[in-house]
């Protein structure tokens, strides 16, 4: 269940994300001086934490689709769900923890 949940939290985010991301894009058009402003709020620690969890967000939705597809389209996906949770999870892990290090090291200050 609570994959369920999150998978359904984390497209909301993403979605939310991706109509922000149109608009202030959509902004270099009508001023590019609002653009840049708007471009330059967003070099801060805190915008690099969100996106941070927004990449978290993206990596788990995206490993935990393809296990909904599995589930859905393979004849065992059923059986074996909760095995591929775990394989979710871990991968989630090992490459969010990846990006995490690498991004949060060169947004917060290290070059």
């Given at each position: 269940m609570w994959?369920?949940?999150g998978h359904r939290i984390t497209g909301v985010?993403?979605?939310f994300f991706l109509l922000v991301h149109v608009l202030d894009t959509s902004l270099v058009r009508v001023?590019?001086?609002a653009y840049t402003a708007v471009i330059g709020a967003y070099k801060n620690p805190l915008m690099a934490l969100g996106e941070t969890a927004l990449v978290?967000?993206?990596i788990f939705h995206a490993f935990n689709g393809l296990r909904?597809?599995?589930v859905?389209?393979?004849k065992k996906g059923a059986k074996y769900q909760r095995q591929m949770l775990w394989v979710v999870l871990a991968l989630w892990l090992?490459?969010?923890?990846?990006?995490?290090i690498r991004h949060l090291s060169l947004a917060?200050?290290?070059h």
């Amino acid at each position: 269940m609570w994959s369920w949940v999150g998978h359904r939290i984390t497209g909301v985010v993403i979605f939310f994300f991706l109509l922000v991301h149109v608009l202030d894009t959509s902004l270099v058009r009508v001023s590019p001086e609002a653009y840049t402003a708007v471009i330059g709020a967003y070099k801060n620690p805190l915008m690099a934490l969100g996106e941070t969890a927004l990449v978290a967000a993206i990596i788990f939705h995206a490993f935990n689709g393809l296990r909904v597809i599995a589930v859905d389209f393979w004849k065992k996906g059923a059986k074996y769900q909760r095995q591929m949770l775990w394989v979710v999870l871990a991968l989630w892990l090992v490459v969010f923890a990846g990006f995490a290090i690498r991004h949060l090291s060169l947004a917060l200050g290290g070059h």
